[in-house]
Nanobody, 128 residues
Framework: VQLQASGGGLVQPGGSLRLSCAAS????????YGWFRQAVGKEREGISC????????YYADSVRGRFTISRDNAKNTVYLQMDRLKPEDTAVYYC??????????????????????WGKGTQVTVSS
């Protein structure tokens, strides 16, 4: 499985961006997909995940209510709609997949250890 994230850029506080993650390979419909981000000097943070079939969705507290994850299996693409962006959302954003139907959530946090496939990141900068 190969993943390619796109859609990052510079946006003012309060603005919106939509990230896309294009997947290529086999059995893509059977995989969950997640979004992670890493800001300079900070640890990688799992922010959202969408399961393969049962519609389960995870959001980190930091983005819940502002970000929306979705998937279009016909296009092999996962999206992250980011609204009401804040300067603290500035980071490199990565899409990933565990290669199974669901992501791993440990103690309420989306774990990156279970992710077998990673795309290159896309920079999101929120600044006036």
């Amino acid at each position: 499985v190969q993943l390619q994230a796109s859609g990052g850029g510079l946006v003012q506080p309060g603005g919106s961006l939509r990230l896309s993650c294009a997947a290529s390979g086999y059995a893509l419909d059977y995989y969950a997909y997640g979004w992670f981000r890493q800001a300079v000097g900070k640890e990688r943070e799992g922010i959202s995940c969408i399961s393969a079939h049962d519609g389960r969705i995870y959001y980190a507290d930091s983005v819940r209510g502002r970000f929306t994850i979705s998937r279009d299996n016909a296009k092999n693409t996962v999206y992250l709609q980011m609204d009401r962006l804040k300067p603290e959302d500035t980071a490199v954003y990565y899409c990933a997949s565990p290669g199974v139907v669901a992501c791993t959530v440990v103690n309420g946090d989306l774990s990156h250890y279970g992710m077998d496939y990673w795309g290159k990141g896309t920079q999101v900068t929120v600044s006036s």
